[in-house]
């Protein structure tokens, strides 16, 4: 865990502000300052920014069997040491938890013990959580997200690393922390300002043309979801066919919460171009990319 007196960067895409997209996304332009963020494959973490002189600035990463994840925390001024490495600590047991408890590639876990028909759904209710948020997923994609299609039985791995990071950041606020990012992979999600005092600046690149300008987006809450970039080859399924989807090289979703942003971008990346018509969402998401091989 290394706290320090300056702000954090994380690797990313950026596109700067100008001129609006279609759906109200920035273009590619100059962008204002550095990107805090960035999100694409192959990026890395940058060096420190500037930061305020009254914000603790924290940043810790955590591995475990389902992903790594990388948390910067902005104490703004009523949050010490102390009060931020507890949060931090906090946020690290949650996600490690679910590790043990959740994740499909564990025997043991609540989620292999519910393929083998061992235990119900209803008698754990974060469990229940994962069912419910999977089953409604399925039903908003058209049955292109479907966990209850993948081999071998249930696997809510197309939004499980979502709905972690979404659990440690419930748990960074239940500590007070009100500005903060929680990086997983080519997924995030934030919330309040970064260590400089302004919007989370993210840099999105495109996870295949190298030399086009990043999207540069400015958020205050909200996350962005990949499939593809990250994930293992052929690790997203055709539900209607059981075999690998190739349609997409990756599929990139903004949106509210990580969870779902996510399991829109696994439905988008199996389904392809004809994924676009369930965009823009009632409730707020958004594609960024939409990758074809």
Same mark, same amino acid.
């Given at each position: 865990?290394?706290?320090?007196?300056?702000?954090?960067?994380?690797?990313?895409?950026?596109?700067?502000?100008?001129?609006?997209?279609?759906?109200?996304?920035?273009?590619?332009?100059?962008?204002?300052?550095?990107?805090?963020?960035?999100?694409?494959?192959?990026?890395?973490?940058?060096?420190?920014?500037?930061?305020?002189?009254?914000?603790?600035?924290?940043?810790?990463?955590?591995?475990?069997?389902?992903?790594?994840?990388?948390?910067?925390?902005?104490?703004?001024?009523?949050?010490?040491?102390?009060?931020?490495?507890?949060?931090?600590?906090?946020?690290?047991?949650?996600?490690?938890?679910?590790d043990l408890t959740y994740s499909p590639?564990?025997?043991?876990?609540?989620?292999? %013990? *519910? +393929?083998?028909?061992?235990?119900?759904?209803? !008698?754990?209710?974060?469990? $229940? =959580?994962?069912?419910? /948020?999977?089953? #409604?997923?399925?039903?908003?994609?058209?049955?292109?997200?479907?966990?209850?299609?993948?081999?071998?039985?249930?696997?809510?791995g197309g939004l499980l690393g979502g709905?972690?990071?979404?659990?440690?950041?419930? %748990? *960074? +606020?239940?500590?007070?922390?009100?500005?903060? !990012?929680?990086?997983?992979? $080519? =997924?995030?999600?934030? /919330?309040?300002? #970064?260590?400089?005092?302004?919007?989370?600046?993210?840099?999105?690149?495109?996870?295949?043309?190298?030399?086009?300008?990043?999207?540069?987006?400015?958020?205050?809450?909200?996350?962005?979801?990949?499939?593809?970039?990250?994930?293992?080859?052929?690790?997203?399924?055709?539900?209607?066919?059981?075999?690998?989807?190739?349609?997409?090289?990756?599929?990139?979703?903004?949106?509210?919460?990580?969870?779902?942003?996510?399991?829109?971008?696994?439905?988008?990346?199996?389904?392809?171009?004809?994924?676009?018509?369930?965009?823009?969402?009632?409730?707020?998401?958004?594609?960024?990319?939409?990758?074809?091989?």
């Amino acid at each position: 865990m290394r706290f320090q007196g300056a702000g954090m960067r994380v690797p990313g895409n950026g596109r700067g502000r100008g001129q609006r997209r279609r759906g109200g996304l920035p273009a590619p332009a100059g962008g204002r300052g550095r990107p805090d963020l960035r999100l694409g494959a192959g990026r890395r973490h940058d060096r420190p920014g500037t930061s305020l002189a009254d914000r603790v600035v924290a940043r810790h990463t955590v591995r475990t069997s389902i992903a790594e994840y990388t948390m910067i925390l902005n104490g703004a001024g009523t949050l010490g040491r102390r009060e931020i490495g507890e949060a931090l600590r906090d946020a690290v047991a949650e996600l490690r938890a679910i590790d043990l408890t959740y994740s499909p590639a564990r025997p043991a876990s609540l989620v292999s %013990r *519910l +393929r083998r028909g061992e235990i119900s759904a209803d !008698a754990y209710p974060p469990l $229940a =959580d994962i069912v419910a /948020r999977c089953a #409604a997923m399925r039903a908003a994609t058209d049955g292109w997200f479907d966990a209850w299609a993948v081999p071998g039985g249930f696997d809510p791995g197309g939004l499980l690393g979502g709905w972690a990071v979404e659990r440690a950041a419930a %748990r *960074l +606020r239940a500590a007070g922390v009100e500005n903060y !990012a929680v990086v997983c992979g $080519a =997924d995030l999600t934030v /919330r309040g300002h #970064a260590p400089h005092g302004g919007p989370w600046r993210i840099a999105v690149h495109h996870p295949t043309d190298g030399h086009r300008p990043p999207m540069l987006l400015e958020l205050t809450s909200g996350a962005i979801g990949t499939s593809g970039v990250a994930g293992r080859r052929d690790h997203v399924v055709d539900p209607h066919t059981g075999q690998p989807a190739n349609r997409l090289v990756a599929a990139t979703v903004i949106g509210p919460d990580l969870a779902v942003a996510d399991g829109y971008a696994t439905a988008l990346f199996a389904a392809g171009r004809a994924g676009l018509d369930w965009f823009p969402t009632a409730d707020g998401y958004r594609v960024l990319f939409a990758a074809a091989r």
